[in-house]
């Protein structure tokens, strides 16, 4: 379980948490990054899936993760574990998707040919799918990442900081970028179909 935050007195903050959550985020956004380019791979025989960022990292996949962990303790039932497997990350996928798309006009992916989607956004196959993926990094995969953290805390503690400022040049680049794409889309005219 993740602690970094005193409920008791919100203001007591603990860096090493923040620094494994930190690291935990950065591991899962980049094996997000690593799942739906060989998705994409597998489907498309095309390796390279457009990206909101330019690195390596789907942050979507770095929050899900970091949330299950820090809500599921080893007295959690296995109904409500499910049911956070399930809810989870298919919440995340919506906000993710309908926030990109209401603030770049553009979808980086749509469900819409689903069976049970809401909005292109999210769709009950993929959910299920959520399910497996999020009890796998629970069970088998979250302790090895917990090993690596522990293997290499002395040297994170060094870079952590420099990710994070990464992740916020990375952001704010990215939605520089995009903006700047959905504007020159809304002023061009549409080709020809």
């Given amino acids: 379980m993740i602690s970094f935050l005193d409920f008791n007195s919100p203001v007591n903050v603990n860096f090493d948490g923040i620094s494994a959550v930190v690291f935990y985020f950065t591991i899962y956004s ?22 909101f960022f330019l690195g390596p990292f789907k942050p979507m996949y770095g929050f899900a993760p970091v949330l299950l962990v820090y809500l599921i303790g080893p007295e959690t039932s296995w109904p409500v574990i499910l049911l956070l497997c399930f809810f989870i990350p298919t919440f995340i996928e919506y906000v993710s998707g309908a926030l990109l798309q209401k603030c770049f006009q553009r979808q980086w992916w749509d469900y819409s ?3 049970l989607q809401v909005q292109g956004h999210i769709c009950l196959p993929f959910s299920l799918c959520w399910i497996l993926l999020s009890f796998a990094c629970i069970k088998w995969i979250h302790p090895v990442i917990i090993s690596a953290y522990k293997v290499s805390e002395l040297l994170w503690a060094w870079i952590w900081p420099a990710i994070i400022l990464y992740f916020i040049a990375e952001l704010t680049l990215s939605i520089r970028r995009h903006s700047i794409l959905a504007l020159d889309e809304a002023k061009s005219p549409n080709p020809i179909q």
Avoid: A, C, H
């Fill in 113 to 115: 040919d689903m069976p």
């Fill in 30 to 51: 980049l094996i997000g990054w690593l799942l739906e380019n060989t998705y994409s791979l597998v489907t498309k025989r095309k390796f390279f899936k457009p990206n």
